[in-house]
C-alpha cells in the first residue's frame, strides 16, 4: 500500500478510535423516594402539544421511544420515534443527555418504561401520558368547539399549527358531544388511519 | 471501451471527494443523498398527476447528478454515445439486460426505501441498521449471482 | 449546533430546493471521475476484477461517518437532527436482493445510470428506463405487498443500538471492516497484476 493510502488509512482509525473512546459512558445512580417524589410532581410527563413543537422544532435532544407492537407500529407511529420492546429498553444504550420521551397505545407500557430507564440512571425521560390516542387527538386532529373559550382557542391555534405541519385536519365549528375528553372517557376512540407521514424519503 | 478519454481518477481520493459532498448535504439540508426516490416521485407524479416533480428535492438533486456527470465526462473526453457492454454480449442483449436490471432495482429501492446512494451510503454513514441489513443483502447478491451473469460481463 | 442550516432557520425552503442541484452536481462529478458512470467497470466489481465501486463507496461512507461524528462533537452539527432512514428488516432485506440482482445484471445503479446517460451512454438511458418501470410496478401489486412492506418496523434505529455499543463503538467496527475491506482489496489486484 503506497504512502498516501497508509495515512488516510491511520487517519480514518485514528478518528475512529477516538470516537469509540469519547462515547465511553458510565453509569449513574439512582434514589427511589427521589422517583416516587418526580412521579408526584408529575415531571414524569410530557404533554403531546409539547412532544409535537419540540419535533416540529427540530429539537436535537429529544429521542421519542414507541412502546407498542410491530403491526401497531407499522401501522402508524409518531414520526421520528422508534420502537423497542421494554425487554430491550431494560438492556440498551441509550444516549444519555437527551430526553426520551416514551409512548404507548394509553400509557401504561410507557410509564412502566419510564421508571425502568430512571432505575437505570436515566434523568431525562418523559412519558405521553395518554400515548398514540393523545397524539391523534390532541395534535393530528384537534378539535375546536363550536362555542370555544378564549383558552381553548388559543390552545387550538397551537395545535392546528402542529396538525398541519404533520400533516393532520384540525377541525372546527364542533359540538361539544364530539370533543375527545380522554382515553378512559372517551366514547368513540380515535384509530389512527395507516398514514405514513413522509418528510423526506431517499 | 474506456480507452478514450483522459485517465480515471483515483478511486479513494473520488471517494472522499463523495464523502465531502454528503456530509455537506447533512450540513446543509440535514438529509443525506439519494436517487431512487426520486424516479419513485416521477411516476407517481406522471399516474396521479399531482404535484409537479420538480418540486421534490430528490428530482432536483438527481438533475444535478446528470449535470455534473455530463460536466466530468466532457472536460475529461468521455463523452459518447455508446452502448457499454462485455466482450461477449451483443448490443441487444445489453439493452434487454439493462431494462430488467432496472426493473430489478426499481422494485427493490422500493421494497428497501432506497438505493446504493439513500440507504448504503447515506444511512450507512448514519449507522442505520436497516441501511447495513441493505448493503449485505445487496452485495451478497450480487456476488452470489455474478458466475450466472458471466456472459453479460466477462 | 450551526447545522443542519435548513433546522437552525439558515437556509430557507427556497435555499434547500436551491442546494438539491448544486450537491447532485457535486454528487454526479463525484461519480463520473473515478469512472462510476461506465457499467463495465462497476459490474467488475462483482467479478473482483475491479474493485473501484467498493473503493469509492465505502471511502465515502468513513469520510462522512467520521465527518459527521466530529462535527457534531464539536457542536458544530446537530446529528440527531438529520434525517436517517428507518429500519423495515424484512422488506429491506428482500429489497437489498433484488436490487443487487439488479445491479449485477444492470451493471449501473440509479444515480450512475444518470452519469453514464448524461455522458451519452444508450445502456445508462435503459436502466433509467427499467427502474421507471420497476417502480411503477411496485405501485401496481402494492395492495398486495402492503402488509409485508409495513412489516418488522424498527424505526430509525443505528445498529449500534440494536448491538447495544456507542455510536462511538458502531463507527470503529464499521472503520475497521471498510480498512481490512481495503487491504484485501490491494491484494486482490496485486495478485491479478
Known amino acids: ?183 378512559w372517557t372517551d366514547a368513540a376512540q380515535a384509530r389512527p388511519d395507516a398514514r405514513s407521514i413522509r418528510r423526506r424519503g431517499c | 471501451m474506456a480507452g478514450a478519454g483522459k485517465p480515471y481518477s483515483d478511486p479513494y481520493l473520488a471517494g472522499i ?45 438527481l438533475v444535478g447528478v446528470a449535470a455534473g456527470g455530463y460536466l466530468s465526462a466532457r472536460l475529461a473526453g468521455r463523452t459518447r454515445a455508446a452502448i457499454e457492454r462485455g466482450p461477449r454480449v451483443s448490443r441487444r442483449g445489453r439493452i434487454m439486460a439493462a431494462a430488467c436490471g432496472g426493473v430489478l432495482m426499481g422494485l427493490g429501492a422500493k421494497f428497501a426505501r432506497g438505493c446504493t446512494s439513500g440507504q448504503a451510503l447515506s444511512g450507512g454513514a448514519l449507522l442505520s441498521a436497516g441501511s447495513w441489513i441493505f448493503i449485505a443483502a445487496c452485495f451478497a447478491t450480487g456476488y452470489a449471482f455474478a458466475p450466472l451473469a458471466r456472459r453479460l460481463w466477462r | 449546533m450551526t447545522a443542519p442550516l435548513t433546522e437552525t432557520g439558515a437556509l430557507g425552503s ?75 428488516v424484512l422488506p429491506q432485506a428482500l429489497g437489498g436482493v433484488l436490487f443487487g440482482a439488479g445491479f449485477l445484471v444492470a451493471g449501473l445503479c440509479p444515480g450512475t445510470s444518470c452519469v453514464a446517460a448524461a455522458s451519452g451512454r444508450l445502456d445508462g438511458f435503459c436502466v433509467i428506463g427499467g427502474m421507471l418501470g420497476g417502480v411503477a410496478l411496485f405501485h401496481a401489486v402494492f395492495p398486495w405487498v402492503q402488509r409485508f412492506y409495513e412489516s418488522t418496523a424498527l424505526g430509525s434505529v443505528t445498529f449500534a443500538e440494536m448491538l447495544n455499543v456507542s455510536r462511538g463503538m458502531g463507527i470503529a467496527l464499521v472503520t475497521l471492516v471498510a480498512l481490512g475491506g481495503f487491504a484485501i482489496a490491494g491484494r486482490i489486484e496485486k495478485a491479478r497484476s
Open chain 1, 1 to 183: 500500500m503506497n504512502r498516501r493510502n497508509a495515512a488516510l488509512a491511520a487517519t480514518a482509525a485514528t478518528l475512529a478510535g477516538a470516537a469509540a473512546l469519547a462515547d465511553f459512558r458510565s453509569p449513574m445512580e439512582v434514589d427511589v423516594a427521589q422517583l416516587a417524589a418526580e412521579i408526584e410532581a408529575g415531571d414524569d410527563h410530557i404533554s403531546a402539544l409539547d412532544l409535537g413543537e419540540r419535533i416540529m422544532k427540530g429539537d436535537g435532544d429529544i429521542r421519542v421511544l414507541d412502546l407498542r407492537t410491530e403491526a401497531e407500529f407499522g401501522e402508524f407511529h409518531i414520526p421520528g420515534a422508534r420502537l423497542i420492546s421494554i425487554a430491550a429498553l431494560a438492556k440498551e444504550t441509550l444516549p444519555r443527555d437527551a430526553t426520551i420521551a416514551l409512548y404507548s397505545e394509553g400509557g401504561a407500557h410507557a410509564a412502566q418504561a419510564w421508571v425502568l430507564l430512571r432505575l437505570r440512571g436515566y434523568r431525562k425521560a418523559v412519558v405521553l401520558r395518554e400515548g398514540v390516542y393523545e397524539w391523534v387527538s390532541r395534535v393530528v386532529e384537534p378539535r375546536l368547539a363550536a362555542d370555544a373559550t378564549a383558552a381553548e382557542r388559543t390552545e387550538f391555534e397551537r395545535a392546528a399549527v402542529l396538525s398541519r405541519y404533520f400533516g393532520g385536519v384540525p377541525r372546527t365549528g364542533v359540538g361539544r358531544s364530539e370533543l375527545r375528553t380522554g382515553y
Open chain 2, 17 to 61: 471527494g463523495l464523502g465531502l459532498v454528503l456530509l455537506s448535504a447533512y450540513v446543509w439540508v440535514g438529509r443525506g443523498l439519494g436517487a431512487s426516490g426520486a424516479f419513485s416521485s416521477v411516476v407517481v407524479a406522471a399516474s396521479t398527476g399531482s404535484a409537479s416533480p420538480l418540486g421534490d428535492w430528490l428530482v432536483l438533486e
Open chain 3, 14 to 88: 427556497t435555499g434547500e430546493l436551491v442546494a438539491a442541484p448544486l450537491i447532485g452536481m457535486a454528487f454526479g462529478w463525484c461519480l463520473e471521475r473515478p469512472g462510476l458512470g461506465y457499467a463495465p467497470k462497476l459490474a467488475g466489481q462483482f467479478y473482483l476484477s475491479d474493485l473501484t465501486v467498493y473503493k469509492v463507496m465505502f471511502s465515502a461512507l468513513l469520510t462522512a461517518m467520521l465527518g459527521a461524528f466530529w462535527l457534531d462533537r464539536m457542536g458544530l452539527l446537530n446529528l440527531s437532527l438529520v434525517s436517517m432512514p428507518e429500519t423495515y
